[in-house]
């Protein structure tokens, strides 16, 4: 039987868990994701591998999660439903799984339209949640198929993400959204980014009083504004994301706006710690990976693998 994954092992023992990011070059060199992974490795429980974010076609996050793990950084295999059938999908859950990488993240993915092969066909053969329900079937050891045909040989051990968003308008649709995905298979969630920490509080006041089956294991999302100009797009351009113009404000006065950016992510990460109920954080730093160590470091977190 394969061991807990480190990111299962704290979700397991309720530490306050570390996941980040590294989005895959758009060419086949190595060295991108080994050098991120080794920076990364050592102040997280796990990172994300992105697949083909923003629509762009870049390195496979199953060849760029093994280049990771084997540089010292556990990798979160994300997986969008935009760009394979359940065929290949199965495919490649059981190769990662075969590597070492057994932590996933179902995703539909950005928009065909927005990225560099705007002529491209979708798949989506099936949703976010048939995607659950397919890791689910291979993780009991069954094809997700008609016949509920029998693996070959030992399941998959598999830990599985997927979405989730707090700052909903309406917490109540996205909590029974949450049930559904524990209900397919979802082990843990990460969440958008987060500027506001008390919505965050506030929701999970409302899963407290719902009538789930296990209180969910959220990863909130936080990320460092880079500069004055990346809080403006955070908050006219990306769904899910409310920046409040208090923040804006302080970009706009601080004599550095990235260290401003820096410690208004140390900032809400303080205060996601306060949240009972608040399973860790999932740190986006968007071409600015280089600062995740620093941020952790003034927040006071150590990840489990390390603690």
Not at 148 to 159: F, K, M, Q, Y
């Amino acid at each position: 039987m394969t061991s807990p994954t480190r990111l299962e092992r704290a979700l397991r023992e309720n530490r306050f868990a570390v996941t980040s990011e590294i989005g895959p070059p758009k060419s086949a060199d190595p060295s991108v994701i080994a050098g991120k992974a080794r920076m990364l490795g050592p102040v997280t429980d796990a990172v994300n591998i992105t697949d083909n974010q923003t629509a762009q076609s870049r390195m496979c996050p199953l060849a760029s999660g093994r280049i990771a793990l084997d540089n010292g950084a556990e990798p979160v295999m994300q997986m969008t439903v935009r760009d394979r059938n359940r065929m290949a999908l199965t495919s490649d859950i059981l190769g990662a799984a075969a590597l070492g990488i057994h932590n996933t993240l179902g995703m539909t993915g950005d928009p065909i339209h927005i990225g560099n092969h705007p002529d491209a066909t979708a798949v989506n053969d099936i949703d976010t949640m048939g995607l659950l329900r397919l890791q689910a079937s291979l993780r009991d050891g069954r094809f997700m198929n008609d016949a509920g045909e029998d693996l070959a040989g030992e399941a998959p051990h598999l830990v599985i993400g997927a979405t989730a968003h707090p700052a909903a308008d309406d917490p109540d649709v996205e909590i029974s959204k949450i049930r559904a995905k524990m209900e397919a298979g979802a082990d843990f969630f990460q969440t958008q980014l987060v500027y506001e920490p008390e919505r965050v509080a506030a929701f999970m006041s409302r899963l407290e009083a719902a009538d789930l089956p296990a209180f969910p294991k959220l990863l909130i999302g936080v990320g460092p504004f880079k500069h004055l100009r990346m809080a403006e797009h955070m908050r006219d351009k990306v769904w899910g994301v409310t920046v409040p113009d208090a923040l804006i404000t302080r970009m706009q006065q601080a004599p550095d706006d990235g260290e401003a950016g820096m410690q208004i992510c140390v900032e809400v990460i303080q205060a996601l710690r306060g949240i009972p109920g608040v399973a860790g954080v999932h740190v986006m730093a968007i071409a600015w990976e280089e600062s995740v160590p620093e941020i952790l470091s003034r927040a006071g977190v150590v990840p489990a693998r390390t603690a």
